[in-house]
């Protein structure tokens, strides 16, 4: 991108590992919300990532600069992927999505709204599905919900990493790398952000589709 070039308004980035042929899957989820955000006047660059990826991922995605998407092969943990993603993310605004998960594509558009009226927020769908035994659904706290006690809340374990900020609140605050920061890195992260004065928000009529709930959840 030119220096002078006005940035897009979101890059939405596709994170793959060893997903296989589901990460085909969850790249056509991003491109439907992707869609979707341009239709509603926003400007969005699409990017995937592939961290330590298998041949079977690397395949599905094989094909994703027809699709006007760029890939980068990234090295390193979780927590380091994510922040070199963000570091080139060219959008005023970042949104993950893992190859194992779907967005509902209203995602980027609704979560965008949420960000522009909360400035500093990290936002999360309203709902998560989680299919594999039937349907389990999750419903991450508005951290605005007087419900949710700080004290609590500052526990972390309520919101997943997959989630919606500006590119400043993400490199102000970035991801944990090293050591166990796979196994912990949603948890730490919300801890980070909580301390750092950011606030936790949710974007109503939103879901992630997602087989297995993460550990990290409560």
């Known amino acids: ?17 060893d997903e296989g042929p589901q990460a085909g899957i969850a790249l056509h989820s991003l491109l439907e919300a992707t869609a979707a955000a341009r239709e509603a006047g926003l400007t969005v660059e699409s990017l995937v990532v592939l961290g330590d990826a298998s041949p079977a991922t690397r395949e599905a ?8 998407v760029r890939r980068e092969v990234l090295a390193g943990d979780a927590g380091t992927v994510r922040n070199r993603a963000v570091a080139l993310a060219g959008g005023q605004h970042v949104a993950f999505l893992d190859a194992s998960a779907l ?15 909360h400035p500093g927020a990290v936002v999360h769908p309203e709902i998560h599905w989680f299919y594999e035994h039937g349907r389990e659904l999750y419903f991450p706290p508005d951290q605005a919900d007087p419900a949710l006690a700080p004290g609590v809340a500052a526990l972390g374990g309520w919101w997943e990493a997959q989630a919606f900020a500006a590119a400043d609140t993400f490199a102000a605050v970035p991801f944990p790398e090293g050591g166990d920061a796979r196994q912990d890195l949603a948890g730490a992260w ?11 928000k949710v974007a109503p009529a939103t879901i992630s589709f997602r087989k297995h709930r993460p550990a990290a959840l409560r």
């Open 103 to 117: 967005w509902s594509a209203n995602w980027l558009v609704e979560a965008h709204r949420v960000c522009a009226a």
């Open 190 to 200: 919300s801890r980070a952000l909580l301390a750092a004065g950011h606030v936790h």
């Open 1 to 17: 991108m030119s220096p002078l070039a006005t940035p897009p308004d979101i890059t939405a980035v596709l994170l793959a590992h």
């Open 61 to 68: 995605l094989s094909e994703v600069a027809t699709h006007g």
